[in-house]
């Protein structure tokens, strides 16, 4: 039999829990709305608990932040998120008490990224990032073959960009920052901006040609600072197939023929990619998460 | 006898070579202006030459761009240079032939990076980046322990940010992207725009909190998307002491108190510093690299 791995993806409205193999075995999943801490833990714990020793480790992918520093005290809490009852949850020691198993941790985008990286977009890479551009705008990445850590966690949503307040008057919507990159280009910015939800905006809508420009200089941004090997970019806003095209060519016109590579210009569409495992990106990132803590490295890698 | 290196620090206008056992142990120097590729390196050689056999490795910290990915075609090459005569110089395979040694090989400032790291700001950390503010505008450092590569090697002077024309109707000079970072904060911006070299301008001149922001902001750039545990900064136009509490507070305001850590806050004098090794951290990083080599590492590490 091959290993059984459990997967958490922990979501500020749902948790997505799954056991299997891998992405194409998986035996079981749930979704469990995410109320107060003690209620949502003890259902994903019973939803786990009758594969009892067969399960060999389980990953948590979770909302932020999140301490993922080991050898911390709080390594394993969600710590300061306003979602009320949340703030520092210990929710990896739960889980592992209540299981028994070895876990694995880190931010959702994290999971995601990792969840690419053994089977998807970033198969084979040791350098590429995983953008999110959904209600809110988050990143991760591998870089030098291990997960994105540092003093706390990537938030590449609140770089700055450019905002040309002539074309765009919309002060964005970020309660820190303002016009950060998730504050003028996240969902709820683009519904804010032209009140309506994004999904409802037809093709030649100039929503779209505004989003494009900025994630394309936020890519860009993110290929001068990193030059990974790929971008893979997900979330609900990257859903409208024509928005592909034009975010490319936003962020090829952005490089400004900087990087002489074909990667970074007539080849961009195998550079700049969704991810590869689509909407199950999530929880597959979260058993990913559980596949290495397995392999006995549930810190860096 | 602890061993002996070699460090080459490759300049656009000059070359500077020591040999050492490492930062307090140099035992020779020599600057050497760049002229051809034959003749400079020729010189280059000739001063290492006397050393022989008890050279265990030398290290090239060199301008660019460069090939630094291993097992490509052109691996250890100045490339596509403007600079005239130097275009796809295969400056490691001269340097390693005409010595017999092994050779460690980066760019100028990821070479910096690995010298703070072994022996400066960056000693025991294993995210951290190093950005250098002069001629130009670069980047370099550490993730996941590891020299920062990928598709090529960072670009982050490149970076774009927000650009009050109203405030600075300063268009920016780089000629591929105008108000880049690099465009707009480098030595020659300042110069461009104040009609004065950087040095000339008195403390109180309104360039300098011009400059503040731009750098602070790119910094705060660079901890969103890195979360790393120092930044180091470094170059000719961070050299005035009153310029560091400006870039700090600078730093901070962009941060917008969204992470709450005390080194993005009060403790910030610690988390944004200058190299340690000072104006020699470039040719220091150089022998850093030989050292790298010296223990059969030319490659990621």
Redesign the interface.
């Known amino acids: 039999m091959p290993p059984l791995y459990g997967g958490i993806e922990a979501g500020g409205t749902k948790f997505v829990c799954a056991v299997g193999h891998g992405p194409d075995a998986l035996l079981d999943e749930v979704r469990i709305p995410t109320t107060t801490p003690e209620e949502t833990l003890a259902r994903v714990v019973a939803f786990f608990r009758p594969y009892g020793a067969e399960l060999c480790a389980v990953g948590i992918a979770s909302f932020g932040?999140v301490d993922v520093r080991p050898g911390s005290p709080t390594y394993g809490f969600i710590t300061?998120t306003p979602k009320p009852g949340w703030a520092h949850t210990p929710i990896v020691h739960i889980v592992a008490e209540a299981l028994n198993v070895p876990v694995g941790f880190d931010t959702d985008v994290n999971g995601a990224a990792l969840g690419e990286h053994l089977w998807g977009a970033g198969r084979g890479l040791d350098?590429f990032l995983y953008l999110t551009v959904g209600t809110g705008i988050g990143?991760g990445g591998l870089?030098?073959?291990?997960r994105?850590?540092?003093?706390?966690?990537?938030?590449?949503?609140?770089?700055?960009?450019?905002?040309d307040r002539e074309r765009d008057p919309f002060p964005g919507l970020c309660p820190?920052?303002g016009?950060c990159l998730e504050g003028l280009a996240s969902g709820p910015a683009i519904e804010a901006r032209w009140g309506r939800p994004p999904h409802t905006l037809p093709p030649d809508h100039p929503a779209w040609a505004l989003e494009a420009e900025y994630l394309g200089?936020a890519l860009?941004?993110?290929?001068?600072?990193?030059?990974?090997?790929r971008l893979v970019v997900g979330g609900g806003v990257m859903q409208p197939p024509h928005l592909w095209p034009q975010v490319r060519a936003a962020f090829v016109r952005?490089l400004?023929?900087?990087?002489?590579?074909p990667?970074?210009g007539q080849h961009v569409e195998d550079y700049l990619v969704p991810p590869h495992l689509g909407p199950r990106a999530g929880v597959l990132g979260a058993i990913a998460l559980a596949v290495e803590a397995a392999r006995g490295d549930t810190s860096?890698a």
Chains 1, 2 share one sequence.
Request: proline fraction near 8%; charged fraction near 10%; glycine fraction near 10%.
């Open positions: 932040p300061t350098a990143g870089v030098n073959g291990k994105l850590h540092g003093l706390l966690h990537p938030e590449m949503g609140h770089m700055r960009l450019p905002h820190f920052h016009d200089i860009a941004n993110l290929t001068f600072v990193f030059s990974p090997q952005a400004g023929n900087y990087v002489d590579l990667a970074l860096t």
